[in-house]
């Protein structure tokens, strides 16, 4: 319901936007029906995008689970798009709005929401040329280019100073020199402010989200995969055989999805608490791919879909299978070789998991894996 009531914000906010537009600038019917259908067919188009993107996963952190950052960015859009208006168009500051709204969703959404945020201010003003349109529309594109794809590491110097010389650029190549013909130095000083202003709250933004939403997802799973976890510190008093089938699993889920280069955090996670009982679960704060990974193991059987998922639940069952061994033959150790073998052979098989995510040679190289591990087995607790 959240997230359909702030796409919903999204439409009324550009409708009411290029509505209000329209009867200020004296608009007719004609044109004020032409400026509805431009503005809200590419914000129809940023919604879609949106669902596309938090439906498939797309996004690198939990935007998809906030869309409120999305409808906040986008209304100061609108109001700053109606303001642009009343300003030069060298002064129109929209490469921020490009770069903010791909930040918490992706590239995609990012760029149809900031194309209609342009398409609002472009229609309510009046003579418009296609150079102007294409200026902001290019720096846009630039600007999400250099700074969307950033997930672990964000680097804002070399992006930052490429996006604002592009712009600036465009702008010079685009509107000044085209209309005067050469370089008036006292119009060049508004397309510098709005390349400050730009640079100045990109810095701002980009600094509040890696604080509040990219480095708050390190920690929430640097927190969750620590052993010494509030969790995971009462399982090891209380079910101490579980607490060390888990930090087992973990450790094998760890070194596989990282060498398969597949979600190494939420799979750890998932290890560490995909078997514990749902009211143990109930007040920690997953993030939402940890959270399907522990649905999907909780259901099991035809439910395990996710590469990780499927690989938690064989590591989780070859350590259970090989606790319950060395706790019945306690002074003869069991052959593990044989005893994995015989687990792939029977319950790890391509066909029992066919409705998975996991391949032949992911299954091959998880089998092979485990078998290397044998000397860990030896000293498992």
Not at 94 to 108: I, M
Not at 254 to 269: F, G, P, Q, Y
Request: charged letters at 20%; hydrophobic letters at 45%; proline letters at 2%.
């Amino acid at each position: 319901m959240r997230n359909t009531g702030c796409m919903l914000l999204v439409l009324a906010g550009i409708t009411c936007a290029a509505l209000v537009g329209s009867l200020a600038a004296g608009a007719d019917l004609y044109y004020m029906v032409r400026n509805l259908v431009l503005c809200l067919s590419v914000a129809l188009a940023a919604v879609f995008s949106f669902q596309a993107g938090r439906v498939s996963g797309g996004f690198f952190y939990d935007d998809g689970e906030h869309p409120g950052r999305f409808l906040s960015i986008y209304l100061c859009g609108i109001l700053c798009a109606l303001v642009f208006t009343q300003l030069p168009v060298t002064g129109w500051m929209f490469l921020f709005f490009f770069v903010a709204l791909a930040r918490v969703s992706d590239a995609v959404a990012g760029i149809c929401g900031g194309t209609s945020l342009l398409v609002l201010t472009t229609v309510l003003c009046e003579q418009i040329s296609l150079s102007t349109f294409l200026v902001y529309l290019l720096s846009g594109m630039i600007g999400i280019a250099l700074f969307a794809r950033q997930k672990d590491e964000f680097y804002t110097a070399v992006p930052l100073g490429l996006s604002l010389g592009s712009q600036l650029l465009l702008i010079y190549a685009g509107e000044l020199l085209v209309q005067n013909k050469k370089l008036v130095w006292e119009e060049a000083l508004v397309p510098l402010a709005n390349i400050v202003m730009n640079g100045i709250l990109i810095c701002i933004f980009l600094q509040y989200y890696i604080n509040r939403v990219a480095k708050r997802e390190d920690n929430l799973y640097l927190m969750l995969n620590d052993q010494e976890y509030e969790v995971m510190a009462k399982m090891r008093e209380m079910k101490k055989e579980e607490y060390y089938c888990a930090l087992h699993t973990a450790y094998l889920v760890e070194r596989i999805t990282s060498e398969l280069e597949l979600d190494v955090r939420s799979a750890k996670c998932a290890a560490y608490y995909g078997h514990l009982p749902e009211d143990k679960l109930e007040t920690i704060p997953f993030p939402e791919s940890v959270e399907v990974l522990i649905d999907e193991l909780k259901a099991g059987g035809k439910a395990l879909k996710k590469k990780e998922a499927v690989i938690v639940h064989i590591c989780y069952q070859i350590i259970q299978k090989i606790q319950r061994s060395n706790k019945i033959n306690k002074e003869k150790k069991a052959d593990y070789g044989h005893l994995i073998e015989q687990m792939f052979a029977h319950h790890f098989t391509m066909e029992a998991l066919a409705e998975t995510d996991i391949t032949l040679s992911n299954l091959r190289y998880i089998k092979k894996r485990l078998l290397e591990e044998k000397m860990y087995y030896e000293f498992m607790v």
